[in-house]
């Protein structure tokens, strides 16, 4: 059994914000709290990219701060509040690697387990982003390791989640190039995202594609249709608790767990045998 814990969209900052953004570095202690204590500890943890709110470079060190004290190797990915030249400058010494078109995007190997880092940051907008260079770099890397189980981590859904004013285009460009260059690699399992600041699931190209929760505050589920331009006075952002996923390669498969963090009392204990019937 092998495990990979999967943080995003940690939002730390140094302002104090009026969205409680400040409480962003309280809600990511308590995140990594309950990874430390899941069984068996995580191998690894990878945060999929908004690690800071303004792309700022103190935001980036106080990041590095909180996680000083973290006992798993940690992997970072970039995502649409981030910015390249202070997170390379902050975290090229904590194992993030660029392609050589200096593109956040590297793997890393865990036992069988490969786990393929992209950028899909666009600096001109929110939106997601691969270029050709980026997703001819992801299929040749795919063809480096046909046989090893492999899953593909990036900050922004190819999929729409329903809550309209985050989604892509699903006819978008770059949903197309990504699509494309993991067809034909059958070691692609899923596909791991963020941005959403909530757990969903859908498929692209045949994988699984699973969002987990922020470990900052999450979006309210609203489907309805929404005018960016017309403020309706709807709720955005609800204080549900921050979140992570587990990816769990095991006996060939490798699945997700969506958690929620926090302490909280056992119900039940395994103290006589189980009785299957
Ligand atoms: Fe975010």
Wanted: hydrophobic letters at 40%.
């Amino acid at each position: 059994m092998l495990t990979i814990a999967q943080i995003t969209d940690l939002h730390i900052t140094t302002d104090t914000d009026p969205v409680n953004l400040w409480r962003n570095a309280e809600r990511l202690q308590h995140v990594l709290k309950s990874i430390h204590a899941l069984k068996p500890r995580p191998v690894a943890i990878f945060a999929s990219g908004d690690l800071v709110d303004r792309g700022e470079p103190e935001e980036y060190e106080a990041l590095i701060e909180i996680l000083r004290h973290v006992e798993i190797p940690i992997y970072f990915g970039i995502g649409n509040h981030d910015r390249r030249e202070p997170f390379l400058a902050a975290l090229s010494g904590h194992g993030v690697q660029t392609d050589p078109n200096g593109f956040v995007q590297y793997a890393v190997d865990f036992g069988d387990l490969r786990v393929i880092v992209c950028d899909t940051l666009d600096e001109e907008s929110e939106g997601g982003a691969f270029c050709e260079d980026r997703a001819a770099w992801l299929a040749k890397t795919l063809d480096e390791a046909p046989d090893q189980p492999t899953v593909i981590a990036l900050h922004h859904p190819p999929i729409a989640s329903g809550i309209r004013w985050m989604d892509p285009d699903p006819k978008a460009g770059w949903i197309a190039r990504l699509a494309n260059a993991v067809r034909g690699h059958d070691q692609v399992r899923s596909i791991l995202c963020g941005h959403v600041h909530r757990a969903f699931n859908g498929v692209l190209a045949g994988r699984a594609v699973a969002a987990a929760p922020a470990t900052s505050i999450q979006l309210t589920l609203d489907l309805t249709p929404v005018d960016m331009r017309n403020p309706d006075g709807r709720e955005m952002l609800v204080e549900e608790p921050p979140g992570f996923a587990v990816v769990m390669a095991y006996e060939g498969q490798v699945n997700t767990h969506v958690c929620v963090a926090g302490d909280y009392a056992p119900a039940v204990a395994y103290t006589s045998p189980f009785v299957r019937g």
